[in-house]
Every structure is written in C-alpha cells, then in structure tokens.
C-alpha cells in the first residue's frame, strides 16, 4: 500500500513529558474539566478528529473518556502525524485523501510532503521514538514491524516502552502510517 500524502509534526520531549503526566494530574470535576484544559493546559477544540483537542504544543490529542485527568485508567493517543494509504488503483481516492492530510498540514508547526516513501514514514516514527527514549531514559523494550492486522500501510516499526505502571506505545494506527504515541494502563 502506498501513502499519497503525509503531514506530521516534530515530538517533542517536552510535549511527551506532557502527555506522560496526563494520568497523574490532579482531577478536575466534569463540568470543569473544558475551562480547566483550555485555561490550565492550553488545549483547544479541533475537528481534524472527532472528540479530539490540540495541544499547545500542536498536536492533536485524544483520549477515551470524558474527563481524562488525573485517571490512571485513561487511554491518550497523542497524535504526531497523518498519513492517508491508497490503493493506486482507486485513483479517484487520491485527491480527496490528499486534501484531508492537507488539512493536517495546515495547523501551525505541521510539515505537507506528498508521495512520501517508506523511509519517510519510518524517519517520522524514528524521530519520535528518539524524543520518547529521551524522556524515558531507554530505549523501547519492543520493537515489532507492523503488518495488515496493524496499519493498512506502508508497515513501520511499533515501538513499546515500560513507564512505572503504564506502557507507552509509538505506532502507527490501524487506518493511517506515523501517527501517535499512546500511554496506556496495560502491558500486551
């Protein structure tokens, strides 16, 4: 599978520091929780993804419950990148796809390349996992290439590492290539 276009924002360690401490944070009650992550956190709203919030700094931020602070059992996915694959035989796909990862693109501090290679893909992951090691202190306990069960493509590496009672996982997600970094409560 190729990927027509691809947008991607640098991780930072300071923004993975951020997201790490999300579970830990002090809760706020619900029907504080908007004023409190637009106010204390600098989050905003954004529509490139359902339910989603950007950071302040630039990333799109998801999490699997309405008021995810100071939950431990709360999922994050702290999105670092968009990327549409495509069938090149469904020509018809590739100019909307490519609009909607311009979308991407056009939030401050995001990069647009279109027909972006393997490797290009692979760099944006590895430079990631460059900003996760630094935080965490090691490299990632695992390290798996994905395949069709895990990523529609183009298959990269998947990198896990141990943080006190979390794991936190760099991958791709299931419909698109480079994506988030993902603390989550369990250990595959």
Known sequence: MAVKALAHSPLTAAAVREL??????PPVPDDAFIAHSEEVLGWRFTDLVCDADLTRHGHVLSYDVDNPLGDP???FNLVFGEAYPYQPDMPDDVQSLTDDVRAWAETPGWRFRTDPGPDDCEAVLAEAALSVSEVLGCPPRRTVRTDSQFSLGPHTLCRIWRAGDHVVVLSPFRTTAPTAVSPTSCWP
């Open 20 to 25: 790490l401490e999300l579970p830990a944070l």
């Open 73 to 75: 059992e709360a999922r």
